[in-house]
């Protein structure tokens, strides 16, 4: 009992911090999303959010999946060259490179993509110095075109540094018995590699769609028209309206796509462990 007791005084400041710093803010702004005028409790502020937002909801989980599913392929595409890659000097100049969107902030991803993407950007100017298109056929990228394409940029090499690693930890006798058997890398990556690194592809592939719908830099410097991200949304209720109880229905939304994600992996995980 005294072991027990001292391991629990040990945890007892890092759960406090926890419950202090994110349960109890979580159930706060819960309990603020059902909270109407004159204190009383009801649905309000939820029909309010469904009448308003209904097709910033939908674009948001239209653009966060299809951000998920683009960084899932090209994840899989660089994990795989770094393992069955055949040229060394290529193989180590892509390791090198692929991790630097890592670290850069998404608030700079967003203004570096903003100059990239615009009609006078650095990829039209290009594009017509170079004689492959007409000034006039110029097109502004910065759209939800562009909000995938920071999500993407930023979010692969995280998830390719986790697949990686898994793949750089495979059993490299299945690679080799499938080439003896006469597998093309196609074969190789899709059949033979990518199913045993699936649960690590999964949790990263989670863990960058938690991220992106948390994200708010990108969506108002890139794509501030509507509709938007539910981010944009929730600070434009705040900042505009100080409207904190449809700013917390639309967080409480959020929440329930992300959990969504995150419980569906979970349930897979627990039958595999039956």
């Not at 419950?19 to 204190?39: K, N, Q, T």
Request: charged share 10%; hydrophobic share 55%; no cysteine.
């Amino acid at each position: 009992m005294s072991k027990r007791l001292l391991g629990l005084l040990l945890v007892l400041p890092a759960l406090a911090v926890i419950a202090a710093l994110f349960i109890l803010p979580l159930i706060m702004s819960a309990v603020g999303a059902f909270r109407v005028e004159g204190g009383a409790l009801g649905f309000d502020n939820f029909v309010k959010t469904f009448d308003l937002y209904t097709s910033d909801i939908i674009f948001t989980v239209v653009i966060v999946g299809l951000s998920t599913v683009l960084i899932g392929l090209g994840s899989i595409a660089i994990g795989g060259y770094l393992t069955l890659g055949e040229h060394p000097r290529a193989v180590a100049i892509l390791r090198w490179l692929y991790r630097w969107p890592m670290f850069i902030p998404f608030i700079v991803v967003g203004q570096i993509l903003r100059t990239f993407l615009s009609k006078n950007g650095m990829m039209n100017n290009t594009a017509v110095s170079l004689g492959l298109m007409n000034p006039l056929d110029a097109v502004s990228f910065l759209d939800w075109r562009g909000i995938v394409i920071a999500f993407v940029w930023k979010q692969t090499p995280f998830v390719a540094l986790l697949v990686a690693g898994a793949m750089a930890s495979i059993n490299r006798d299945t690679i080799e018995a499938a080439r003896n058997l006469g597998a093309s890398k196609f074969r190789l990556l899709f059949e033979i590699i990518v199913p045993q690194v699936a649960v690590t592809l999964t949790v990263g592939l989670i863990l960058s769609f938690v991220t992106m719908m948390s994200v708010l830099s990108v969506p108002l410097m890139i794509n501030a028209q509507s509709p938007t991200m539910l981010t944009a949304d929730i600070a434009f209720r705040v900042n505009a309206y100080g409207d904190y109880g449809v700013a917390n229905a639309l967080g409480l939304v959020s929440l329930v796509l992300a959990s969504s994600v995150a419980w569906i992996y979970l349930r897979q995980s627990l039958k595999e462990r039956a």
